[in-house]
């Protein structure tokens, strides 16, 4: 789907560029007199500008857009990142009591039954 997406800009580009391309060949090629053609590719090349600044604001569109969606998946990264410190976090504290509780000798399984035994 991504591919697609960025699959646009290029393909718009592509197309622009090779209209103009195939412009400038058609009038080439194309049974005018000079002049004529001179007059045509003068029109063409003062078109020039204006596409090449339309493919620059369509690639400028598209990378905004890969920028956000980046900026999107690195935050969901970092907020799966955090959970998994804060579940890490949990479960060394955890292993720890447990080692206490084996160094102390006390080697009870049931939380429950701690409980009764600490009171």
Same mark, same amino acid.
């Given at each position: 789907m991504? %591919?697609q997406?960025? +699959?646009g ?8 560029l090779g209209?103009?391309?195939?412009t400038?060949? +058609?009038l080439?090629i194309a @049974?005018?007199?000079g ?10 090349a003062?078109?020039? @500008?204006?596409l ?5 604001a369509?690639?400028e569109?598209h990378?905004?857009r $890969? ?7 690195? %935050?969901?990264? $970092?907020e799966r990142?955090k959970e ?6 949990e479960?060394?504290? %955890? %292993?720890?009591?447990? $080692?206490?509780?084996e160094?102390?000798?006390m080697?009870l399984?049931?939380p429950d039954?701690?409980?009764a035994v600490?009171q």
């Amino acid at each position: 789907m991504s %591919q697609q997406q960025g +699959g646009g800009g290029a393909f718009w580009g592509g197309l622009l560029l090779g209209s103009a391309i195939g412009t400038v060949v +058609g009038l080439l090629i194309a @049974p005018r007199s000079g002049k004529e053609t001179r007059q045509l590719l003068r029109k063409s090349a003062d078109a020039l @500008p204006e596409l090449l600044e339309d493919i620059t604001a369509s690639f400028e569109q598209h990378r905004d857009r $890969l920028s956000e969606t980046t900026q999107e998946r690195w %935050q969901a990264t $970092l907020e799966r990142l955090k959970e998994a410190i804060a579940v890490g976090i949990e479960v060394t504290q %955890q %292993q720890r009591q447990t $080692l206490r509780r084996e160094a102390n000798g006390m080697t009870l399984s049931d939380p429950d039954e701690e409980d009764a035994v600490n009171q």
